[in-house]
C-alpha cells in the first residue's frame, strides 16, 4: 500500500508562483511512476504532469507546458510540482498519483494505481 500526501496549495495572485509537494510512503518509492492531475469542480480531471523512476523523462499537459516543472526527490521520497505564471483557469484541486508498477506512466490516470487526498490551488485576479 503506498500512501501520498499532498501540500503546499493555497491562495495566490495570478502571474505568482506555488511549489506543490507530495510524499509517498514505502521504501521503494524509487520504482515509482509518478504524475500529478488536477479537477476543477464540474470539469473533468485533467492531467497536468508526470515524471519517470529515475526522474530522467518527463512530459507536461498542454496548458501547463512553460509554466510547470515536475521534479522528485527520492532521497525524500517526494514528488514536486513548481507552478510559475499561475493563472485563474489553474485554480483546482491538486492530486499526486503513483504507479509501482511502471517506470513512466504519462497523462493515462487509469495507470496510476494510487492518489492522494488532493491539495487545492486558488488562482485570483
Known amino acids: 500500500q503506498v500512501q501520498l500526501v499532498e501540500s503546499g496549495g493555497g491562495l495566490v495572485q495570478a502571474g505568482g508562483s506555488l511549489r506543490l509537494s507530495c510524499a509517498a510512503s514505502g521504501r521503494t518509492f524509487s520504482s515509482y511512476a509518478m504524475g500529478w492531475f488536477r479537477q476543477a469542480p464540474e470539469k473533468e480531471r485533467e492531467f497536468v504532469a508526470a515524471i519517470s523512476r529515475s526522474g530522467d523523462y518527463t512530459t507536461y499537459g498542454d496548458s501547463v507546458k512553460g509554466r510547470f516543472t515536475i521534479s522528485r526527490d527520492n532521497a525524500k521520497n517526494t514528488v514536486y510540482l513548481q507552478m510559475n505564471s499561475l493563472k485563474n483557469e489553474d485554480t483546482s484541486l491538486y492530486f499526486c498519483?503513483?504507479?509501482?508498477?511502471?517506470?513512466?506512466?504519462?497523462?493515462?490516470?487509469?495507470?496510476?494505481?494510487?492518489w492522494g487526498q488532493g491539495t487545492q490551488v486558488t488562482v485570483s485576479s
Open positions: 498519483a503513483a504507479d509501482p508498477k511502471a517506470r513512466f506512466s504519462g497523462s493515462a490516470a487509469g495507470r496510476y494505481d494510487y
